[in-house]
């Protein structure tokens, strides 16, 4: 699409322009990556917002984006960590449940033994 900038977040220059509107028209621009920018209702308007975006060779923006990627993946980190310390608990009981289960079944064999 001519007159648009490349996409801030990915840098790829083939973004598309889309009415994702039903009763009335949302303008957007989209990437591959995910990268959009919400409804608007003229063509123009998109574009515009689109292109005044801070592009990712800002360092600022540079530096907001990659601290965010940074919380991402600390968020991604302690929640797999979380999960798999509840995981090791709930294994850990349902161990104990079989244990239990598996002595049950003995007490049970071996009392019909010797009744
Ligand atoms: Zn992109």
């Known amino acids: 699409m001519s007159g648009l900038l490349p996409c801030p977040f990915c840098g790829n ?3 598309s322009l889309i ?3 039903h009763a009335r028209p949302r303008w957007e621009i989209r990437c591959n ?3 959009k920018n919400g409804g608007h209702e003229t063509e123009n308007q998109a574009i515009e917002s689109w292109n005044k975006r801070k592009d990712c ?3 600022g923006f540079a530096k907001g984006y990659q601290a965010a ?3 991402i993946e600390q968020a991604a980190n302690n929640f797999y960590e979380y ?3 509840i995981n090791i608990v709930w294994l850990e009981a349902k161990i104990e ?3 239990e289960k ?3 079944n003995k007490l049970a064999t071996n009392q019909r033994g010797e009744g």
């Open 13 to 15: 220059k083939n973004v």
């Open 19 to 21: 009415d994702r509107g």
């Open 33 to 35: 990556c995910g990268g």
């Open 57 to 59: 060779n800002d360092e």
């Open 69 to 71: 990627l940074d919380d």
């Open 83 to 85: 999960a798999r310390e």
């Open 97 to 99: 449940e079989l244990k």
């Open 102 to 104: 598996q002595t049950d």
